[in-house]
T-cell receptor, first 111, second 116 residues
Framework: GQNIDQPTEMTATEGAIVQINCTYQTSGFNGLFWYQQHAGEAPTFLSYNVLDGLEEKGRFSSFLSRSKGYSYLLLKELQMKDSASYLC????????????FGTGTRLQVFP | DAGVIQSPRHEVTEMGQEVTLRCKPISGHDYLFWYRQTMMRGLELLIYFNNNVPIDDSGMPEDRFSAKMPNASFSTLKIQPSEPRDSAVYFCASNEYGGRRQETQYFGPGTRLLVL
């Protein structure tokens, strides 16, 4: 079956670095997305990986290892506004935009 | 652009009633997606359309759920009859190229449905 695992909750301190892991087992793979979702709001796009390696975008970076079925989202210089849920999603085959989502990791940033 | 528009934003209804959720995708986007989000199951794809045609409805939970897209700028998700277990946030999303590119999906603000 299709399975995406993420930790349910994480906490961190303002200014620190946090790494949110995602492991996936899907019938195919054609890209992995990270979304941010603040409470009561819609998910918004953060990053996309389809090849192995690190993609950096400002304070946020995302890493992918296809052979291990593993990704992480790295958040640096944490700010209070980074308190949100972070959703990992996999596109399981080309030619479709069907995304399979994990249940999300709720991150709380404390002062 | 106004982004994806959904209505109503909140809906409270009684078990057995019909519920209709509405979505207007971003202009020019050919793909439209309906999702349901709950604490237990996370974000689940219910159905998606390409050029108004349903492509994959394997996520539609049962016959009580139906979705239509009569034109490129409007879609509905209908639940009839509704049940308490249908209580969730329903998101609509759209994008332009589907799986052919790395483009993300753009989500609407969601409809928060409570069935009593």
């Amino acid at each position: 079956g299709q399975n995406i695992d993420q930790p349910t909750e994480m906490t961190a301190t303002e200014g620190a670095i946090v790494q949110i892991n995602c492991t996936y087992q899907t019938s195919g793979f054609n890209g992995l997305f990270w979304y941010q979702q603040h409470a009561g709001e819609a998910p918004t796009f953060l990053s996309y990986n389809v090849l192995d390696g690190l993609e950096e975008k400002g304070r946020f970076s995302s890493f992918l290892s296809r052979s291990k079925g593993y990704s992480y989202l790295l958040l640096k210089e944490l700010q209070m506004k980074d308190s949100a849920s972070y959703l990992c999603a996999v596109r399981d085959r080309p030619g479709t935009d069907k995304l399979i989502f994990g249940t999300g990791t709720r991150l709380q940033v404390f002062p | 652009d106004a982004g994806v528009i959904q209505s109503p934003r909140h809906e409270v209804t009684e078990m057995g009633q019909e519920v209709t959720l509405r979505c207007k995708p971003i202009s020019g986007h050919d793909y439209l997606f309906w999702y349901r989000q709950t604490m237990m199951r996370g974000l689940e794809l219910l159905i998606y359309f390409n050029n108004n045609v349903p492509i994959d409805d394997s996520g539609m939970p049962e016959d009580r759920f139906s979705a239509k897209m009569p034109n490129a700028s409007f879609s509905t998700l209908k639940i009839q009859p509704s049940e308490p277990r249908d209580s969730a946030v329903y998101f609509c999303a759209s994008n332009e190229y589907g799986g052919r590119r790395q483009e993300t999906q753009y989500f609407g603000p969601g409809t928060r449905l409570l069935v009593l």
